[in-house]
């Protein structure tokens, strides 16, 4: 029994792994070139250890970064949908829920469960911790294009206010 769960636990990690070929539209802040879904997690969960001081009450850091290195493993069956893709946001909250269902029913049903309420509760965002991620999620992007001179929203010819909606 244990073999088959440590099995299935490598499987996982080894199909995680993709999630490095998930290209995202900002630019790295060099502008050298686009960040991955990998890079975008790892970069959310040092974030909230860094501003872990400015959250507000009730949020559970550790929680949170759980939650930051889970809520984009979806993207490696349902690919990175740019925030501002009309078209592609009306399909992407069932893209993602079949490449949840998927994922998570990799591992052993225990770990999987608990995987699968992380990025069910960051999806809804209604806790004080899903929020603060949240708000992580939006403020990564905009930080590294600030840096490289808002290319990535030039290119797309993104407003002023589309960001600030």
């Not at 993602?96 to 995987?115: I, K, N, S, V, Y």
């Amino acid at each position: 029994m244990q073999i088959n769960r440590l099995t299935q636990q490598i499987q996982f990690i080894i199909e995680i792994d993709r999630l490095k070929q998930v290209i995202r539209q900002t630019l790295l802040t060099d502008g050298s070139r686009r960040e991955n879904s990998a890079e975008h997690s790892w970069h959310l969960a040092v974030m909230a250890i860094v501003l872990a001081e400015y959250a507000p009450e009730g949020v559970d850091i550790f929680h949170a970064i759980k939650m930051l290195l889970i809520h984009d493993l979806v993207e490696i069956d349902a690919g990175d949908t740019f925030c501002y893709d009309v078209q592609g946001n009306e399909s992407k909250a069932v893209r993602e829920a079949q490449a949840a269902l998927r994922l998570f029913r990799l591992l052993p049903a225990d770990q999987g469960r608990e995987l699968r309420l992380l990025w069910d509760e960051f999806e809804a965002g209604e806790t004080p911790t899903a929020k603060f991620a949240a708000v992580l999620d939006r403020i990564q992007p905009l930080l590294q294009n600030q840096q490289n001179g808002g290319e990535t929203l030039r290119t797309h010819g993104i407003r002023r206010d589309q960001v600030m909606k």
